[in-house]
């Protein structure tokens, strides 16, 4: 809204004092348009990955209560409460780790690393010393180190974003542009009613904010501010596990 009110309140003293210009809207293309469009491109593309590797952490962890469940011969119910108690445990852990500050990372990933423990030892505990053969404990632990680096990827997505410099370079031209373009909004707005000379720079910040806002919203796929943003639902997780 401020911007929109500046490049207003722009264009009016341009009218006003008769300033008037021809600008290039390439310079808008080059300046804004293109690095905005790159750093959307560049959000949306991590979080599809991230979204895979979310879709593997969760895979790769039913299986291995699958895996308790069905290749050891009458389990203990125990065994069971185990495997989804650690299974939840860790899927929180990652939610509370994704969701916080980035200054909080060393903090929660301690207990995103101990979760991951606790399954080794379940493995080895309640899998391996229960006399599941020794190809099926390799596998399990196949699926507990892909899991692991399912996490890896989800935390460095969360960790490092698109390129900064960018970013600023094109904030900082979406804030000056509608204002310095009032000389062309004024120009235009010779052709057009005066009911309508402002509606150039209305829509003119529409678009450049909104195009921000946006890059800003997918910037972070997991911190919960944008619509697209990745849900963590470790309830709906565990229930598919009954």
């Known amino acids: 809204l401020l911007i929109t009110a500046l490049s207003i309140l722009s264009t009016w003293l341009c009218i006003r004092w008769d300033i008037r210009a021809n600008f ?42 699958l895996a308790a469940r069905d290749w050891l011969t009458d389990p203990p119910p125990s065994t069971l ?46 899998l391996r010393e229960r006399g599941l053969v020794a190809n099926e404990v390799s596998r399990c632990n196949q699926y507990l180190a892909r899991m692991m680096v399912a996490f890896e990827n989800c935390k460095h997505i969360y960790q490092y974003r698109t390129p900064r410099t960018l970013r600023a370079f094109s904030t900082v031209f979406i804030c000056l542009l509608p204002i310095l373009y009032g ?31 946006i890059q800003n919203h997918l910037e972070n796929p ?7 943003d990745i849900s963590i639902n470790v309830e709906a997780f565990l229930r598919r596990l009954d």
């Open 81 to 126: 409460t185990r495997a989804r108690d650690s299974l939840g445990q860790l899927l929180a852990a990652v939610r509370v780790l994704l969701a916080a500050d980035a200054s909080h990372l060393r903090q929660h990933e301690a207990a995103v690393y101990a979760s991951f423990a606790e399954l080794s030892r379940f493995v080895r505990e309640e």
């Open 222 to 228: 997991f911190d919960g501010v944008g619509e697209d």
């Open 24 to 65: 290039p809207l390439t310079l808008i293309a080059t300046a804004v348009i293109f690095p905005i469009v790159f750093s959307i491109s560049g959000a949306y593309k991590r979080r599809e990955t991230a979204l895979a590797n979310y879709a593997q952490l969760k895979a790769l962890g039913q299986a291995l209560y």
């Open 183 to 213: 000389p062309y909004f004024a120009a235009a707005a010779a052709d057009y009613a005066p009911q309508v000379s402002y509606a150039m720079p209305v829509l003119f910040s529409l678009v450049l904010v909104s195009l921000h806002n």
